[in-house]
């Protein structure tokens, strides 16, 4: 079974810009999971997706979005980005939503603010 | 007070020791723990989850659970030199929550030595 796949892989940006990162889940599997991961801050949440539906929210500004198709294929938006933005984005599926549900990471999308 | 604490690193093993990670948190009610690998510039690995008390075995790899103390541990056994990396302990949210929202520790670098 193919894992998760993340596009892209890499990524340049000028502040101000914005971007669109995509995440196919694993097949079969409804809820995906955004994370951002910094050297600084570690990982964290973004949001969650089930259904089409945003499950939870991490405590990240509005420029941060995102969505779900209803092949479960889910997308997060950037807005007017900022330096700090330079980050490794991951998407995580899962089965369905909840806590008792593992979650697989995919392959990450590395982006880079100048 | 972090919300998951992992103890802090690096942490440096002969080839064929045991390599023992720690983990608290401070969310009582949370029901689902997993360890993540994550080798450098690579995205995360699961390679353990548990939900009861107890003791839970998957090849050379251990998780312990204590929900009264709020602490969950991995063994490695027969360390080897592939298993260097850092290793995340991640917290699934509790029955009452829901969504797949994981809260991660910030990681133990393992360095295991020829």
């Known amino acids: 079974k193919a894992g998760v796949t993340q596009t892209p892989r890499y990524l340049i940006k000028t502040r101000g810009q914005q971007v669109t990162l995509s995440c196919s889940p694993i097949?079969?599997?409804?809820?995906v999971s955004w994370y951002q991961q910094t050297p600084g801050q570690g990982l964290q949440f973004l949001f969650e997706?089930?259904?089409?539906?945003?499950?939870n929210k991490g405590n990240f500004p509005g420029r941060f979005s995102g969505r779900q198709f209803s092949n479960s294929r889910s997308e997060m938006n950037v807005s007017t980005l900022e330096l700090g933005d330079s980050a490794l984005y991951l998407c995580?599926?899962?089965?369905?939503?909840?806590?008792?549900?593992?979650?697989?990471f995919g392959p990450g999308t590395r982006l880079t603010v100048t | 007070q972090k919300e998951v604490e992992q103890n802090s690193g690096p942490l440096s093993v002969p080839e064929g020791a045991i390599a023992s990670l720690n983990c608290t948190y401070s969310d009582r009610v949370s029901q689902s723990f997993f360890w993540y690998r994550q080798y450098s510039g690579k995205s995360p690995e699961l390679i353990m989850s548990?939900?009861?008390?107890g003791d839970k075995e998957d090849g050379r790899f251990t998780a312990q659970l204590n929900k009264a103390s709020q602490y969950v541990s991995l063994l490695i056994r027969d360390s080897q030199p592939s298993d260097s990396a850092t290793y995340l302990c991640a917290v699934g949210p509790g029955k009452e929550t829901s969504g797949s929202r994981l809260t991660f520790g910030e990681g133990t670098q393992l360095t295991v030595n020829p």
């Open positions: 995580a599926s899962s089965f369905s939503a909840g806590g008792s549900y593992e979650q697989y």
């Open positions: 548990i939900y009861s008390n």
């Open positions: 997706y089930f259904s089409e539906t945003q499950r």
């Open positions: 097949s079969g599997h409804r809820s």
